[in-house]
């Protein structure tokens, strides 16, 4: 443990049923991991079972957690059959009550706190298709801006899928761009109004653009 936690981005707590088990699991990797000179390594905590979602908005308040995840295969068996196995994937895991409540409540939890929501994987693993829309609906209907892979070829559509489009970048930089002409105050653009709440929005996409290695307008590059 002492070695591993000079290397380690993060670590992964899988099965907790509680926050209590978090906080737990907390102490005593903080424990080990101060005797290598490591402070407060950042942890990604899987949500899969009914007590973690119960907790997940105090699980999300922990300050040394960085992430949430659905563990979507576990949280479907834990209701022994209640919930159809179609609903460990698509379209059964966008449609099925329980497993979409459960999905909104991570993403919830995490944007309110600050951290990252992480989408569950999919097991389609040939089919890029199937791999992009499972991401895109992940980001657009569900609020995740991470997702799990497993296997390469998953990587450049879910990267893809969680990247803004060209057009939402142009957009984002013609409307920040006449914001501050005008000293941040309320404009109009294509005949919509815009002031400080949707330039918090757009600020966002071109700060993810950025992120993720994408070109920006040069209108924009001075707006970060």
Avoid at 90 to 103: E, S
Avoid at 123 to 136: F, M, Y
């Amino acid at each position: 443990m002492q070695d591993s936690a000079k290397r380690l981005a993060y670590l992964v707590l899988p099965k907790v049923e509680s926050v209590a088990d978090v906080v737990a699991a907390i102490r005593a990797i903080n424990r080990h991991a101060k005797k290598a000179g490591r402070k407060d390594l950042p942890l990604h905590v899987l949500i899969e079972t009914h007590g973690a979602l119960a907790d997940v908005h105090a699980i999300a308040a922990l300050p040394q957690v960085e992430c949430l995840s659905f563990g979507i295969m576990d949280f479907v068996s834990a209701h022994y059959g209640a919930i159809p196995g179609g609903a460990m994937r698509t379209p059964g895991q966008f449609t099925h009550p329980l497993v979409v409540r459960a999905k909104l409540e991570i993403a919830a939890a995490c944007h309110a706190h600050g951290k990252v929501p992480s989408h569950n994987v999919t097991t389609e693993i040939k089919d890029t298709a199937v791999v992009a829309n499972d991401a895109n609906r992940a980001t657009s209907e569900l609020g995740y801006t991470r997702m799990w892979s497993i296997h390469p070829d998953q990587i450049k559509p879910i990267v893809k899928s969680f990247s803004p489009r060209s057009s939402e970048i142009n957009e984002a930089s013609q409307i920040l761009t006449a914001a501050q002409d005008t000293q941040w105050g309320p404009i109009q653009h294509n005949g919509k109004l815009h002031d400080r709440a949707s330039y918090r929005y757009y600020w966002t996409i071109l700060q993810r653009a950025k992120s993720s290695g994408q070109s920006l307008p040069e209108t924009a590059a001075g707006l970060l």
